[in-house]
């Protein structure tokens, strides 16, 4: 599976910007699409996750409330609307996916390029 992360972009403290991750293939029920960051001098950190046979989201604690992550089935996309961002959120965002259930980057197979959210204070 090959994913394409986009949508990443400027924004001020405080605003918004939705992501997007299209597989180039059909993403099946067993799987998990994530969203991880990186920030500059800091870990690739787990986001928000959506199983998707079941529609099942998980959060990291920091971003419950502010992102939410969808699926369209028929689109083979995943997306992470980001709002109330921080400056502190600026980070490469990357999408993967697999089939184990868990927040580690080994607990997913197939990684996208990235995409650059800048956030200014």
């Known amino acids: 599976v090959q994913l394409q992360a986009s949508g990443g972009g400027l924004v001020q403290a405080g605003g918004s910007l939705r992501l997007a991750c299209a597989a180039s293939?059909?993403?099946?029920?067993?799987?998990?699409v994530a969203w991880f960051r990186q920030g500059p001098g800091k870990e690739r950190e787990f986001v928000a996750a959506v199983r998707w046979g079941s529609g099942i989201r998980y959060y990291e604690d920091s971003v419950r409330g502010r992102f939410a992550i969808s699926k369209d089935g028929p689109k083979n996309t995943v997306y992470l609307q980001m709002n109330s961002l921080k400056p502190d959120e600026a980070a490469v965002y990357y999408c993967?996916?697999?089939?184990?259930?868990?927040?580690?980057?080994?607990?997913?197979?197939?990684w996208g390029r990235g995409t650059l959210v800048t956030v200014s204070s």
């Open positions: 293939q059909r993403i099946y029920s067993s799987y998990i």
């Open positions: 993967a996916a697999g089939t184990q259930n868990g927040t580690t980057q080994q607990d997913y197979n197939y």
